[in-house]
């Protein structure tokens, strides 16, 4: 079954720790996203990849890392700098960035403690 | 900017009737729009894309149109069932300015239907 995974479902911070959230694909795809839903509100961009070894700040980058050093890989990073993180996290990506159809995983609900 | 409006923000009506759920952008400089379903707790799920240059698209009982001149795009589904609820969103695929390619959501609308 191709499409995208991501792990754990639920995490919890304690405060001051880095946290690492995992998006792999086997979609084949060059772009990958990262997302933040907060209740009320719309997705948004944290940060994208274009292709492997390649990745741009989105909207709300500060507090947040990526790499991207293999295709199917697009691991996201919140730091203790990202003072409010406590949100649902959602990876996606296309065949290519921009203008293709975006697919979605399944989510990460990051907690706070 | 690009600013991206769903209406009504909640919708709760009894099985089989045809609803409409309105989705508005202010800038009609798009690529593309797409309509996601989401339920409690999960990721999106796409279900439908609308290129910038058609007037509109159908799955099933879904059907969703795309008037850019007005910016606004309609997602109408039909003889609605229980298994419809949800929480739907619309996301414009921007064209120009900073956010170029970069797709804008809505802040979606829940949607119930009740036997």
């Known amino acids: 079954d191709g499409g995208i995974t991501q792990s754990p479902k639920y995490l919890f911070r304690k405060e001051g720790q880095n946290v690492t959230l995992s998006c792999e694909q086997n979609?084949?795809?060059?772009?990958m996203y990262w997302y933040r839903q907060d209740p009320g509100q719309g997705l948004r961009l944290i940060y994208y990849?274009?292709?492997?070894?390649?990745?741009q700040k989105g909207d709300i980058a500060e507090g947040y890392s990526v790499s991207r050093e293999k295709k199917e890989s697009f691991p996201l990073t919140v730091t203790s700098a990202q003072k409010n993180p406590t949100a649902f996290y959602l990876c996606?990506?296309?065949?290519?960035?921009?203008?293709?159809?975006?697919?979605f995983g399944p989510g990460t609900r990051l907690t706070v403690l | 900017k690009q600013e991206v409006t769903q209406i009504p923000a909640a919708l709760s009506v009894p099985e089989g009737e045809n609803l409409v759920l309105n989705c508005s952008f202010t800038?009609?400089?798009?690529?593309?729009l797409q309509w996601f379903r989401q339920d409690p707790g999960k990721g999106l799920t796409s279900l439908l894309l609308?290129?910038?240059?058609?007037r509109e698209q159908t799955s099933g009982r879904l059907n969703a149109s795309l008037d850019k001149s007005s910016g606004r795009s309609t997602l109408y589904i039909a003889a609605s069932q229980p298994g419809d609820s949800a929480t739907y969103l619309c996301?414009?695929?921007?064209?120009?300015?900073?956010?170029?390619?970069?797709?804008?959501f809505g802040q979606g609308t829940i949607l119930t239907v009740h036997p």
């Open positions: 990849s274009q292709i492997v070894n390649d990745f």
């Open positions: 996606a990506s296309s065949i290519q960035q921009g203008f293709n159809e975006q697919f």
């Open positions: 996301a414009a695929t921007n064209a120009g300015g900073t956010s170029y390619g970069k797709l804008t």
């Open positions: 800038d009609s400089a798009i690529y593309n």
């Open positions: 979609l084949n795809h060059d772009a």
């Open positions: 609308i290129q910038s240059s058609q």
